[in-house]
């Protein structure tokens, strides 16, 4: 059975740090793509972060660039978000995506991530 399941959101301060964690399982998770999307309240789905299977590469939305590292690590099957410099408009649930091709797609069920003060 295929899980992702995201942890470490919550409630930061205007320019605090939080750390998404998304651990799966069910599948061979050094074969995927994985990414990182949010939707805020009244909002469309956003993606904000990805991460390559092979080489590593990562890349991001412009409104993250800078502020946010994503990571994995294949030893544990996890999939990282460091989320430096949080503004309000970060606020959002984060998605965890696991992508192989268009049949194999999944998603967590995401995290709450609140920034105010």
């Known amino acids: 059975q295929v899980q992702l399941v995201e942890s470490g959101g919550g409630l930061a301060q205007p320019g605090g740090s939080l750390r998404l964690s998304c651990a799966a399982s069910g599948f061979t998770f050094k074969f995927y793509a994985m990414s990182w999307a949010r939707q805020a309240p009244g909002k469309g789905l956003e993606w904000v972060a990805g991460i390559y299977s092979d080489d590593n590469y990562t890349f991001y939305a412009d409104s993250v660039k800078g502020r946010f590292t994503i990571s994995r690590d294949n030893a544990k099957n996890t999939v990282y978000l460091q989320m430096n410099s949080l503004k309000p408009e970060d606020t959002a649930v984060y998605y965890c995506?696991?992508?192989?091709?268009?049949?194999?797609?999944?998603w967590g069920q995401g995290t709450q991530v609140t920034v105010s003060s």
């Open positions: 995506n696991a992508h192989f091709s268009l049949e194999y797609s999944f």
